[in-house]
């Protein structure tokens, strides 16, 4: 912008053309920030839809760098705009820009509040007469509390009997580590830290040490694994509830595991490729009776048999993709029964047509995509409806969709090249073409495996801030963590509550009763007081 740093003139004209000159830039500068803030907005989206494929991981780390650009920019417009928020004004005439909107937070009922009340006193400051109370106005902020750690010492009396000199003294309390300084509310902080919000050791030391308190990577390392260690008989229940459902969906995605043997063998890194496996139950799209729950497994690598030992004792529906370790599971037994049917995902097949389209244009692959997005039209208008009526509504609307793309897709194979990536996409639906139309025999089976999807995501989160798990016991460790985390949350419970509950009982709990403390079925001690009352 010009700056006219010497005496203004005194020509009313030249004065009014440098005042439009300086409005006019104010509108450039603050019209460029929303405009790039458009333009991120639309190529964020657009990578998210092609999260899929070799390049996914390319796209993700893309997305995430945009996705910084944006909260910097955006933050440049908020520090250029200090209006008040809209839900401040009392009237409901305010007009808000459109270029900017803000969002009043949410709180929850649970969430303390205090009330200041502001008194004029008891007599007229104008005239001295008496005040009569007619109403009030109340405003609300939202303060943070900063978390505080304290130390909670114990001290257990000894006594000696006055007659026969006996000592007395009561029993040390339980803790949830043997011999450690952590309490439950600690550790449960600690590991809902470290695999929910992703925060490295490294980073939570240096918490602590802004809160008066140094304890040593080492020290976490050491309550985090001992903290999972007590856990892992629960984690087992839930992998074991699971796997007993009758419907599921499935997912994996690599995870980095230091393997000091690799270097050893010459190879530099010392890095291996393990897998964290995930199977969800979640009956909620079809309105099912069982509660949501999620279980995962590490395991050294990616071979068939390790989804074959998870799903040694499932009978059922799977959705998966078409990873070839699944095929074993679909084969009928000696007996000649199948035990596991295949759902596939035709959110798969519509991304490796959209693939198509985007790098070729082809009117073959745009005419695919319309008529797989009329069937996911019908699924918006269903999703939690009883499965007998999505049966329904599938077999009025969806099975005759099908039956055309399929006669559609035989009928394009004979006039595209056979090796082309068209043609690959076609013979995808074509040879699995019992699991694809499953979902329309079945109400309960879903048109996708994208719940399973996002039930990967927070490892795919987590694992681009710890970078690779230290052992094959470490990878284990972020399985059994994250079922116990991620399934709590299914529950619609605070992780952190349930966690810190949950270690301060389970080792006085009985195993015959573990069940008691399966996310679905937890109730606080306070709860549990109350009932007792």
């Given at each position: 912008m010009e700056r006219h740093l010497g005496p203004l003139p005194d020509d009313l004209e030249t004065l009014k053309g440098i005042i439009m000159a300086q409005q006019g830039e104010i509108v450039r500068l603050s019209a460029s920030p929303r405009a790039l803030v458009q333009s991120l907005r639309i190529r964020i989206a657009?990578?998210?839809?092609?999260?899929?494929?070799?390049?996914?991981?390319?796209?993700?780390?893309?997305?995430?760098?945009?996705?910084?650009?944006?909260?910097?920019?955006?933050?440049?417009?908020?520090?250029?705009?200090?209006?008040?928020?809209?839900?401040e004004h009392d009237n409901g005439d305010a007009v808000v820009s459109p270029q900017r909107r803000r969002g009043r937070p949410r709180v929850s009922d649970a969430t303390p509040r205090e009330r200041i009340v502001l008194d004029p006193g008891e007599a007229c400051s104008a005239c001295g007469g008496p005040l009569r109370l007619v109403g009030e106005d109340?405003?609300?902020?939202?303060?943070?509390?900063?978390?505080?750690?304290?130390?909670?010492?114990?001290?257990?009396?000894?006594?000696?009997?006055?007659?026969?000199?006996?000592?007395?003294?009561?029993?040390a309390p339980s803790r949830p580590v043997p011999r450690?300084?952590?309490?439950?509310?600690?550790?449960?902080?600690?590991?809902?830290?470290?695999?929910?919000?992703?925060?490295?050791?490294?980073?939570?030391?240096?918490i602590f040490a802004r809160q008066g308190v140094e304890i040593p990577r080492s020290t976490l390392i050491d309550w985090c694994g001992q903290a999972v260690a007590v856990l892992r008989p629960l984690a087992a229940l839930i992998r074991q509830e699971v796997v007993g459902a009758d419907l599921l969906h499935a997912d994996d995605t690599p995870i980095q595991v230091l393997d000091p043997r690799l270097r050893q063998?010459?190879?530099?890194?010392?890095?291996?490729?393990?897998?964290?496996?995930t199977y969800l139950r979640d009956p909620r799209p079809w309105g099912g009776s069982d509660p949501p729950a999620v279980a995962y497994w590490f395991s050294p690598d990616r071979?068939?048999?390790?989804?074959?030992?998870?799903?040694?004792?499932?009978?059922g529906?799977?959705?998966?993709?078409?990873?070839?370790?699944?095929?074993?599971?679909?084969?009928?037994?000696?007996?000649?029964?199948?035990?596991?049917?295949?759902?596939?995902?035709?959110?798969?097949?519509?991304?490796?047509?959209?693939?198509?389209?985007?790098?070729?244009?082809?009117?073959?692959?745009?005419?695919?995509?319309?008529?797989?997005?009329e069937?996911?039209?019908?699924?918006?208008?269903?999703?939690?409806?009883?499965?007998?009526?999505?049966?329904?509504?599938?077999?009025?609307?969806?099975?005759?969709?099908?039956a055309a793309f399929h006669a559609w897709c035989e009928a394009q194979l004979t006039r595209i090249p056979g090796k082309g990536e068209l043609a690959k996409a076609i013979r995808y639906a074509l040879n699995r073409w019992a699991a694809f139309t499953l979902f329309v025999e079945d109400g309960r089976v879903a048109i996708d495996n994208n719940p399973a999807e996002r039930a990967i995501r927070p490892v795919c989160v987590?694992?681009?801030?710890?970078?690779?798990?230290?052992?094959?016991?470490?990878?284990d460790n972020i399985a059994d963590a994250m079922t116990l985390i991620e399934s709590a949350k299914l529950s619609g419970i605070n992780p952190h509550d349930y966690l810190a509950d949950v270690l301060a009982r389970i080792n006085e709990h009985k195993m015959n009763r573990l069940h008691e403390l399966l996310p679905w079925n937890w109730k606080p001690v306070t709860d549990l007081h109350k009932q007792a009352a």
């Open positions: 657009r990578l998210q839809k092609q999260k899929f494929g070799a390049s996914s991981e390319k796209i993700e780390r893309e997305t995430e760098q945009l996705e910084l650009l944006l909260e910097d920019v955006e933050i440049a417009i908020a520090t250029a705009d200090p209006s008040p928020e809209s839900e109340v405003t609300e902020i939202l303060e943070f509390i900063a978390a505080k750690l304290k130390v909670v010492e114990t001290a257990r009396l000894k006594k000696s009997c006055r007659h026969c000199e006996t000592m007395v003294q009561p029993e450690g300084m952590a309490g439950p509310e600690l550790l449960a902080h600690i590991l809902v830290s470290k695999f929910d919000d992703h925060i490295p050791l490294y980073r939570q030391n240096e063998a010459g190879k530099p890194r010392g890095v291996k490729e393990g897998r964290i496996w071979k068939g048999i390790n989804p074959q030992t998870h799903l040694a004792q499932f009978r529906i799977l959705q998966a993709d078409a990873y070839a370790g699944f095929r074993d599971l679909y084969k009928p037994d000696a007996t000649g029964t199948v035990r596991v049917r295949e759902a596939a995902c035709w959110a798969h097949l519509r991304r490796a047509f959209h693939d198509v389209w985007k790098g070729s244009g082809s009117t073959i692959a745009r005419e695919a995509l319309e008529q797989i997005g069937l996911y039209d019908i699924e918006r208008q269903i999703t939690g409806h009883p499965a007998p009526y999505r049966l329904a509504i599938r077999q009025e609307k969806s099975r005759p969709r099908v987590g694992r681009k801030n710890y970078l690779f798990a230290g052992s094959d016991a470490g990878g």
